[in-house]
């Protein structure tokens, strides 16, 4: 039986390298880069990336050993735990993009309802000369209604972060439209009338 150990060595020295794991561990990876892992899962992704560095360091270690001397065990360990890995970032990945996704269509949700809102108050609000909204109100709120395209930009490309970030700032420039109007409307503005009339008395209180 003194053979038998020799034998085995000779056979395991003899072990190529795991080549076909690492083209899928290599390829998994790959998949995780383009499916929105940078977005969604950054940190792990890049803990994928700093594992494959390590698979090549150690595969091209054994590589620079004499044949007899290569060993492909911890090679193949690392394939595999890369492999492992990267299905379950891919996994997440999917699930907070898909929970991304939901969220953005909420958002976009409320910033619609709010655009609505500052359109019909701006509707309801009166013509008259003495009370009329600036213009300048009302340039924002078409600039505001005309911004919702940026949000349905962002879901088309699947930038459901992007999207969430923009219907917010919809909201709240929505709500700062909303109350402007509602002081414009409260703040009577002077019509060139009453502004003469305030002239003429102005300077009828400057005279001595």
Request: proline residues 4%.
């Amino acid at each position: 039986m003194g053979w038998v150990l020799p034998c085995l060595l000779l056979i395991t020295a003899c072990e190529g390298p795991p080549l076909d794991k690492i083209a899928v561990a290599e390829q998994l990876v790959k998949e995780v880069q383009v499916s929105g892992a940078a977005r969604y899962a950054p940190q792990d992704l890049v803990r994928l990336q700093g594992q494959e560095a390590n698979l090549h360091r150690e595969l091209l270690e054994q590589e620079s050993k004499v044949r007899f001397f290569r060993d492909y065990h911890l090679t193949a360990g690392l394939a595999s735990q890369l492999e492992a890995d990267a299905r379950q970032v891919l996994a997440q990945a999917d699930r907070r993009a898909k929970e991304a996704r939901a969220a953005a269509l909420q958002a976009q949700s409320v910033a619609q309802e709010t655009v609505k809102a500052v359109q019909q108050l701006i509707g309801k609000s009166p013509e008259t000369d003495g009370r009329r909204l600036p213009e300048q109100v009302r340039d924002d709120a078409n600039a505001l209604k005309k911004s919702l395209r940026e949000i349905q930009r962002a879901l088309e490309t699947a930038d459901y972060l992007t999207a969430q970030a923009t219907a917010k700032a919809i909201h709240d420039k929505g709500k700062e439209i909303s109350e402007e109007i509602q002081r414009a409307v409260v703040r009577p503005v002077a019509t060139n009338g009453e502004k003469a009339r305030r002239k003429r008395h102005a300077q009828a209180r400057m005279k001595p």
